[in-house]
């Protein structure tokens, strides 16, 4: 158990919907990391949240935000999605930067 | 940027022999470099990294990797495979400055160890 949590696990939802994936990472972690797994792309870096504040940005897509709360919690929220939004969602998060901890994802199914 | 490759989608080993995942890099400064396993419907695991020190880099799970600076590699290696080891297998090199990290990874080495 890496102590990252994430929910919920799968979702099954039609296109031109709205999801929102939540995160919370490792007691004390301040980063958090969102990775998207599809079967074609490998596994890509979407965004990165350090103690509220967005610091690194991948090759997220506009219809893609995310935010990281107060408490260090954090939300992926998916917009007018599409079926090639099918994927895994990765959440991860790190004490600094020895490496990440990863969650169990959120494995999304658009139809 | 910062980036890894590897250079093999798929590895097989028979159990009990060694294995060796493929892992190089292309990085500007002091490279700082991961290894991390995949399970089916899993998330991923960290197995070791390298920041400094010394080349051999013993990990989780009886794994290791030596770092190479003038091939510019970071292979994953254990001495003998067990079929539980047959995973997904990621290398990935951290970018970036302190507080906007990004870790960037390679494409995976899907490991099958044959019984």
């Known amino acids: 158990d890496s102590g990252v949590t994430q929910t919920p696990k799968h979702l099954i939802t039609a296109t031109g919907q709205r999801v929102t994936l939540r995160c919370s990472p490792r007691?004390?972690?301040?980063?958090v990391y969102w990775y998207q797994q599809s079967l074609d792309q490998g596994l890509q870096f979407l965004i990165q949240y350090y103690n509220g504040e967005e610091r690194a940005k991948g090759n997220i897509l506009e219809r893609f935000s995310a935010q990281q709360f107060p408490d260090l919690h954090s939300e992926l929220n998916l917009s007018s999605l599409e079926l090639g939004d099918s994927a895994l969602y990765f959440c991860?998060?790190?004490?600094?930067?020895?490496?990440?901890?990863f969650g169990e994802g959120s494995r999304l199914t658009v139809l | 940027a910062q980036s890894v490759a590897q250079p093999e989608d798929q590895v097989n080993v028979a159990e009990g022999n060694p294995l060796t995942v493929k892992c190089t890099y292309s990085?500007?400064?002091?490279?700082?470099l991961f290894w991390y396993v995949q399970y089916p419907n899993r998330g991923l695991q960290f197995l070791l990294k390298y920041i400094t020190g010394d080349n051999l880099v013993k990990g989780s799970y009886g794994f290791e990797a030596e770092f190479n600076k003038s091939q510019t590699s970071f292979h994953l290696k254990k001495p003998s495979a067990l079929v539980s080891d047959s995973a997904l297998y990621f290398c990935a090199v951290r970018d970036g400055i302190k507080g906007t990290y990004k870790y960037i990874f390679g494409t995976g080495t899907r490991l099958k160890v044959l019984a």
């Open positions: 991860a998060s790190s004490p600094g930067g020895g490496g990440l901890f």
């Open positions: 990085v500007s400064g002091n490279p700082y």
């Open positions: 007691s004390g972690d301040l980063s």
